[in-house]
């Protein structure tokens, strides 16, 4: 059925006589939003440590509002609110996945805030020195950040295509995808972290009052009966007898629950040390503070993720996947579609919710691609070029200058991948970007807070072997090829049977790890103790007073 849908003409949501004042409406908020950005940026100070964290200045509340606001990306928005509408149970998981996520970052956060380290070259080299840890984790970052890139700028090409009315068209999602990529591309490489902070702070609340509105039109739909809103999403899914059961997406139908495990462990521990939550977690003033952040984020996602579910089955509901698919875009476009569904065609209520949701896809992208493209710019100015000009004469200057080339850089090499992958499925990407992390991320920082005897070729041998897992084992899974939704469909060498290479990868870079580290000479208790001083204090050996003897240091 599914194959049937999709070959159908596409369906455009929008009526004509709203589709002016939308557009409209849409132009002038993005215009807005260039000013504001612009007067954020002219606040930002070129000292390097205060753009990259705020001078770790940021309150609790603030940067709580503002890690609540990195969960809401395009991927959370649609593809998450896409996949409940359309395959129920999988997609549910997901969604409470993202809030899991939280949880294993603030058992994180006051370790890598104390730490005083906020990019991973920085964390990578608390246990292991010299430039190889450094250019491993450069190398990481943008493994994880350029698939994430072409995931959000794909996204926003056809989103906004979908709103002009022409989201069949192949050339109009291409052209809409490079303008507002480049739209993007200027806002990150003018943003600071402060104020890029104040931007995901006022798109928490925006996005929970939309979701929140759309879906009460909804249920009103239904006389405010939940159960007949999700009886009607069963009647009008792809397959009624499996839409609240698991295995109804494409491809967990190989080895089923080892699979859906793979892909939580991968997801869960992959999102959670992303390098962009990583850079925000160490704007915080202290480790404490860290922990409160993130407490206060947790609060804020939990009624977000409720708010994407019952979008994603009021979406179901309402539209019905017959309709979703035949948009074009697989379900991507979920909650524009609820709300061009929700009130009368035309109407001018109908016309403020359709822009208002556009309107917060695009904060979502804007925000996203901000934060992401900045963190793997400062893991660049920081980690390449600021040590690799240590015997030089360096400014200031120089450091924001390459800071700044680079975000353009990264963010134009995302734009033009995603431009010319416009026509494929994007699936494998985020599969790819969440197992570099867990598999390559998580490992080294476990090992370096928590083992006396992690050293410097066993952090090598999990960063590159977990790597070269990753880029093998998603290259052989059915993401790529064996089925309609691959990048490939009509080839079949998926010879990895699960969806993300994590189920593998991530014990094996732990075993790397371990393996590496047993098997050198180096002595890693002096570095282990520092360090553990560190993360338990967030001061350095040395560093305390005595009370005693005033201007003797405590050794």
Known sequence: MIEYILSSGALDP???????????????????????????????????????????????????????????????LLAFCGGIALFGYDGFHLAIDSLVTLGVLMLLAQKIRNSGRYTLGDLFS????????????????????????????????????????????????????????????????????????????????????????????????????????????????????????????????????????????????????MPHLILRISASQTGRTARRSMNIAIGLAAPFVMLLIATGFATAAVVGARDMLASGDAGQSAPVLLSAYVLPAGSTAQIALITLMACVVFFAVLTTVTSVTFAAAVSFAHDIFQRGNRGHARTDSAEVLALRVGAIVICGIGLVLAAAMHSFPTEFLGAFSASVAASCIFPVLIYSFFWSGFKRRGLLWAVYGGLFLCVILTVLSPTVSGNSFALWPGES?????????????????????????????????????????????????????????PGRKIM
């Open 14 to 76: 929008i009526d004509s006589s709203a589709r002016r004042p939308v557009i409209i409406a849409f132009l002038i908020f993005i215009g807005a939003s260039v000013l504001w950005l612009f007067t954020l940026a002219t606040d930002e100070d070129d000292n390097p440590e205060r753009l990259y964290i705020a001078n770790r200045s940021l309150s609790p509340v603030f940067n709580g509002f503002a890690i609540a606001g990195e969960q809401i990306s395009v991927v959370t």
């Open 126 to 273: 608390l246990r292991a020195s010299g430039a190889s840890p450094r250019i491993a984790a450069v190398i990481v970052t943008l493994a994880v950040t350029i698939p994430i890139l072409m995931i959000q700028l794909r996204a926003a090409g056809t989103g906004t295509a979908l709103l002009i009315g022409m989201s069949s068209s192949s050339g109009a999602q291409v052209l809409c995808t490079v303008l507002m990529g480049c739209l993007v591309a200027c806002f990150a490489a003018v943003a600071g972290l402060r104020g890029n902070s104040f931007m995901h702070v006022a798109k928490v609340p925006v996005t929970l009052a939309t979701l929140a509105v759309a879906t009460a039109l909804a249920l009103r739909k239904f006389d405010w009966d939940p159960g007949s809103l999700l009886s009607a999403a069963v009647e009008k899914s792809t397959a009624q007898s499996e839409y609240l059961r698991p295995g109804l997406w494409p491809n967990s139908a190989k080895f089923g629950s080892l699979n859906a495990f793979g892909n939580h462990i991968t997801l869960v521990l992959g999102t959670a040390v």
């Open 493 to 549: 060498f998926d010879w990895y049977p699960f969806q993300t290479p994590g189920l593998v990868a991530v014990p094996a870079a732990f075993f790397l790890g371990w393996l590496g580290s047993a098997t050198s000479a180096e002595s890693s208790i002096d570095e282990f103790r520092n360090a553990e001083y560190r993360i338990l204090t967030g001061e350095d050996v040395g560093s305390q007073v005595s009370p005693l003897y």
